[in-house]
């Protein structure tokens, strides 16, 4: 038997385990494939020939529009695409995000200092870490950011008498 282009030998019990979908929805799907002329099926008691109706068609019809793209379109599942090197991100020009790692004092600082914005390292410190270094419900992702939010709060409105959330301003 000579299988031709857009012609596939296969069964029910085949396609429902290759597409996770039961024999009954492969039933359904091919008799109402079938009833809009959208494919044939030639049936024996040990296979199914089923021939795309129209599959040259399609296929010239891709062929033109990946010329045009100049690409190709993979037509397979995508369980079955080759996977990207997920492993070395930086080669496809995705940065990876660094887990946060809480400062000690003398990197706040230090950071400070560089500001000049007063603030108590160790009371900064002391006052996330007693919070599990979390901003609200969320983990801290800048402690940098924390720092200058906290400048800016106390330059602005002086929140609990010079402290705000614990830090005082020197």
């Known amino acids: 038997m000579t299988i031709k282009r857009g012609q596939l030998v296969t069964g029910r019990k085949a396609l429902a385990a290759q597409t996770g979908l039961s024999e009954r929805q492969i039933r359904t799907a091919l008799d109402h494939l079938k009833s809009t002329n959208e494919l044939t099926i030639k049936s024996t008691n040990k296979f199914s020939l089923i021939t795309l109706v129209n599959y040259g068609k399609f296929q010239d019809v891709q062929s033109d529009i990946d010329q045009q793209n100049d690409q190709q379109v993979d037509q397979r599942p995508t369980s079955n695409r080759p996977q990207l ?7 496809q020009g ?5 887990r ?14 560089e500001r000049g914005n007063g603030v108590d390292a160790q009371r900064f410190v002391d006052f996330y870490a007693s919070k599990g270094w ?3 419900n969320a983990g801290m992702k800048d402690w940098h950011a924390a720092v200058r939010n ?3 709060s106390d330059s602005g409105g002086k929140k609990n008498g010079g402290n705000y959330d614990g830090v005082a301003c020197v």
């Open 150 to 152: 906290w400048e800016r």
């Open 100 to 113: 946060f790692t809480p400062p000690t004092i003398e990197e706040v600082s230090t950071y400070c200092q």
């Open 134 to 136: 979390k901003v609200g």
């Open 94 to 98: 995705i940065k990876p995000r660094k």
């Open 85 to 91: 090197n997920k492993g070395n991100k930086e080669e």
